[in-house]
Nanobody, 115 residues
Framework: VQLQAFGGGVVQPGGSLTLSCEAS????????TGWFRQAPGKEREGVSC????????HHRDSVKGRFAISRDNRKNTVYLQMNSLKPEDTAVYYC?????????WGKGTQVTVSS
C-alpha cells in the first residue's frame, strides 16, 4: 500500500488549493480514505474522509462549507478541494487509508496560508 500526496503550496487567505492523493496497492473505492493535518506544535487531526460505500463524506466543523473531498476510481486518486483558505488551515496535510483496521499514511504535503 502506498499513498502519495501532491498539491501543497503557499496561498493567500481566501485562496484555493487542491490536494491529490495517488494510491497504489489497493482500490480507493473499497476502503475509507481521507485527509488529516498537523500544524506545528499541535496534534494530527482529521480533516475530511469519504466512505467506501455510498460515497458519503465527513468534514471537521472548521472546514465544513469550504473543503470538499472526492475520488476518481479510474485514477485511484482521492482529492481535497480547499476553498476560502484561512491562516489556521496552515499545516502538513496527510493522506490516509483505513484498510482492515490498519491506518496507512502517505508523506505529508505542506499547505501554508499567508499574506
Amino acid at each position: 500500500v502506498q499513498l502519495q500526496a501532491f498539491g501543497g503550496g503557499v496561498v493567500q487567505p481566501g485562496g484555493s488549493l487542491t490536494l491529490s492523493c495517488e494510491a497504489s496497492g489497493f482500490n480507493v473505492d473499497y476502503y475509507v480514505t481521507g485527509w488529516f493535518r498537523q500544524a506545528p506544535g499541535k496534534e494530527r487531526e482529521g480533516v475530511s474522509c469519504i466512505s467506501n460505500s455510498e460515497d458519503s463524506t465527513h468534514h471537521r466543523d472548521s472546514v465544513k462549507g469550504r473543503f470538499a473531498i472526492s475520488r476518481d476510481n479510474r485514477k485511484n486518486t482521492v482529492y481535497l478541494q480547499m476553498n476560502s483558505l484561512k491562516p489556521e488551515d496552515t499545516a502538513v496535510y496527510y493522506c490516509n487509508a483505513l484498510i482492515q483496521g490498519v491506518n496507512y499514511w502517505g508523506k505529508g504535503t505542506q499547505v501554508t496560508v499567508s499574506s
